[in-house]
């Protein structure tokens, strides 16, 4: 059946359509939970190489372990070592069936990796039925699927990888040119603008502290949704931010799973921040200037 034929098909049946935005999403999680474990473990390994050769220029630095990618090597047990299977790694069900604990030893598998693949499942599909088949849903996707890595990675530890931040700054400042989020002048402005914006509220901060507030991956984080969807966006996310980060806060800290004056990413809240600019930023703006009586 041509291609044509396949989107028309989609087109005309929304159910066909949304299951298939939700397998999808399904195995994109599946995907995202080896990015979001390996991928710190990658950069940390190339960093103590580099240590390495600075201290012994001179020599050659046996390799200590194992080069660690993102395709090799094969998943296993943290606990035993057990190879996982092909059918151990269906999304959500695999945990289902195996109720959550390792086939060979019985250790405990995380409840993270089915949440990941439901949550990357459910926001794939919200992508899908805000803008149907066009071409803002595969670019709106792929930004979806790498903010969902950068927030795990980010509350896990408090880093937010070059290696995502810039392909999607670098993508979006492309798309641009094609006016498919925004047009080339809002999105250069506003990818100065946003790394900006917090880089001088950090200063600001330091100044009056003494202490740093946030990391230079927010400011880069911010500086890729100006990228993507221009300056005049960049206080919605401000706000949602702030009011995402003292929501979210406080039910970590109440639920124990945050004490109280310890550091807390601010990474997670702002991909939560952009994503929904991202889906729903005019409607939001749109629904502000009829409460304040300006629309």
Known sequence: ???????????????????????????????LNV?????????????????????????????????????SPPSTCRDCGHRIRAFENIPILSYLFLRGRCSACGAKIGLRYPLVEGFTALLTLAVVAEFGLSWQTPAALVLTWGLIALAVIDYDTQLLP?????????????????????????????????????????????LATGKEGMGYGDFKLMSLFGAWLGWQVLPQILLLSALTGAVLGLILIATGHHQRGSPMPYG?????????????????????????GLG
């Not at 390996?38 to 960093?47: D, S, V």
């Not at 040119?177 to 925004?182: A, D, E, H, I, S």
């Not at 991909?271 to 502000?288: F, P, T, V």
């Open 268 to 292: 997670p809240f702002l991909a939560a921040a952009g994503w929904i600019s991202l889906l729903w930023g005019s409607e939001i703006n749109q629904a502000y200037l009829r409460l304040s």
């Open 1 to 31: 059946m041509p291609d044509l034929a396949w989107i028309e098909l989609l087109e005309q049946r929304p159910p066909l359509l949304y299951s298939a935005a939700i397998l999808l999403g399904l195995m994109l999680g599946s995907f």
């Open 35 to 71: 990015v979001i474990l390996r991928l710190p473990k990658m950069l940390e390994a190339g960093w103590r190489r580099d240590c390495a050769e600075l201290d012994h220029p001179d020599e050659a630095v046996p390799a200590q372990e194992p080069r660690l990618t993102l395709a």
């Open 162 to 206: 070059d290696s995502l931040t810039f392909p999607l700054l670098w993508l979006g400042l492309v798309l641009s040119l094609f006016g498919l989020f925004t047009d080339s002048h809002s999105a250069i402005i506003g990818a100065a603008a946003g790394y900006l914006s917090l880089w001088l509220m950090f200063q600001v901060y330091r």
